[in-house]
């Protein structure tokens, strides 16, 4: 039995090895695997995670001429080192959001490997009474909780109770003494090794939903029975992104990081762990990782729903458009040809001549003197120009008008919240004043929607807002005034 359970693991890890290219096993036994990882682990798996692609470049040369000048040979330049990396599946490429640049981070096996290659250097302790303590007591809750005799659950409660009351007698008697300094210690940096993991489980999450969205555009475009299901669902509005497996994992962990009270305890604890005595002997990076790991585990869990939400609309957007008829027609003609081709590819030589000639597409050249100038004159307005007075719209009236516009929600939540962070409570024309109203009309009647969901509303007041239209066109409504109190989950 235990030779065939090794013979399995043999050949699975060869697998992993030679037929998957992971890239852990990559950048372990790669030939310049220290400069790698002291490179990547620095700029990227530090306080800043990615970085535009220009950025890293420069800061990756000026690495390799101080490692060349300590005797290590990298012939190559910083922007072949990249393209290395990211081909062996360290390194992902991505558009930035917010301009037209890209930009690079780790992927979740180059972290787990970091990870490993960081414990050899700082080798912690083997088993430590903490770990082995959280380990006991998850599985003593586990044991309870999956438990279907109620009675059992019951006397768990009682005993744990029981416990509690008598560490509460020992507290007021004085008798219960503070934790060491040596075992806070030691807790202390089981929960940083413990957090130090949670950047690859987001890496890993945004490799899943990518993916998924790949999956479901294959599956729409192979049009099948199965697949005519996938489409007849992105018709109805399902968000096929967030329906699925690593969708609904990751809004029960973002749902948990963006809880208010959640979030306000978990910063004073925090806060409470750094203050002590003991805080001390842990490293700066170490006391620097802790204070900034809510922000940084907010950051993650927002860029992620960002990202799933605009997988979600470019999803749709493929289907409403009848892109993918063009594009089914395009991968069954490729099928045929390739299934052509096969049984052509043992007689026929790939440059064997075939008769045929290709026009080759190429790019148009012209003068810059045959360029117009802008004349501003030309798109002069003449006449008085035309002053509406504030009308009073009707929310109904709002949404007709946005109906066929995408509103982003993601952005709205965070312009709310944002703007909560400077005031108790703001109304939706004061987010607007704030961030203004990016997709025009659509954002207010956004804001409407998020208000009538989790805001207070002044039926009898009014308050004045103002958008841009599509066409460029200043505009404005009075509507009545809604005020958000609380962070918009």
Do not use: C, K
Not at 409 to 417: D, P, S
Request: hydrophobic share 45%; no cysteine.
């Amino acid at each position: 039995m235990s030779g065939t359970a090794v013979r399995l693991t043999a050949l699975e890890l060869r697998r992993v090895r030679d037929t998957e290219h992971h890239p852990g096993w990559a950048l372990i036994r790669a030939e310049n695997a220290p400069v790698a990882a002291a490179i990547l682990g620095t700029y990227l798996a530090g306080d800043v995670r990615r970085r535009p692609a220009a950025e890293l470049a420069e800061l990756v040369e000026s690495e390799l001429d101080e490692l060349r000048e300590a005797g290590f040979d990298l012939p190559r330049t910083a922007h072949a080192y990249l393209a290395e990396w990211r081909a062996q599946g360290l390194l992902i490429r991505r558009a930035a959001d917010e301009s037209r640049t890209e930009t690079y981070e780790l992927t979740a096996e180059a972290l787990g490997a970091l990870r490993f290659l960081d414990q050899l250097r700082t080798p912690r302790q083997a088993a430590t009474q903490s770990r082995l303590a959280t380990i006991s007591a998850a599985l003593r809750s586990l044991a309870v909780d999956t438990d279907p005799d109620v009675t059992v659950r019951l006397a768990a409660l009682e005993e744990e109770r029981a416990r509690l009351d008598e560490r509460i007698a020992r507290l007021r008697s004085g008798e219960e003494p503070v934790v060491d300094r040596a075992a806070a210690i030691e807790r202390a940096r089981d929960v940083v090794q413990l957090a130090e993991e949670v950047p690859a489980d987001f890496a890993r999450v945004r490799t899943e939903l990518d993916g998924v969205n790949r999956s479901l555009r294959e599956s729409i475009l192979d049009g099948d029975t199965v697949q005519g299901r996938v489409l007849a669902e992105v018709f109805r509005g399902v968000d096929l992104i967030a329906e699925s497996n690593a969708g609904r994992t990751f809004a029960a962990f973002a749902e948990l990081v963006l809880d208010a009270e959640a979030g306000a305890a978990f910063a004073d604890a925090v806060g409470q762990v750094l203050d002590r005595e003991f805080a001390r002997e842990l490293s700066p990076a170490q006391r620097r990782f802790l204070r900034g790991l809510l922000p940084a585990l907010v950051d993650a869990s927002l860029e992620v729903q960002v990202t799933m939400a605009a997988f979600a609309r470019s999803l749709r957007r493929f289907v409403h458009s009848q892109d993918y008829l063009s594009d089914r027609v395009l991968r069954r003609e490729l099928t045929q040809t390739l299934a052509a081709a096969l049984p052509a590819a043992a007689t026929t030589r790939p440059w064997a001549p075939s008769g045929i000639e290709l026009s080759l597409t190429s790019v148009p050249l012209a003068s810059v003197g045959a360029i117009q100038l802008y004349d501003p004159q030309e798109s002069e307005v003449s006449g008085d120009v035309e002053v509406h007075e504030d009308t009073e719209v009707d929310l109904d009236a709002l949404r007709a008008l946005a109906r066929e516009t995408e509103i982003d929600m993601a952005e709205l939540r965070a312009a709310v919240n944002d703007a909560l962070a400077f005031a108790r409570d703001v109304t939706i024309a004061e987010v607007l004043d704030r961030h203004g109203a990016t997709q025009g009309v659509a954002s207010v009647v956004g804001l409407l929607a998020l208000a009538a969901r989790h805001g207070v509303a002044h039926p009898e007041a009014r308050e004045r807002v103002e958008w841009t239209s599509v066409s460029g066109v200043p505009r404005e409504a009075r509507i009545p005034v809604h005020t958000f109190t609380g962070r918009v989950p």
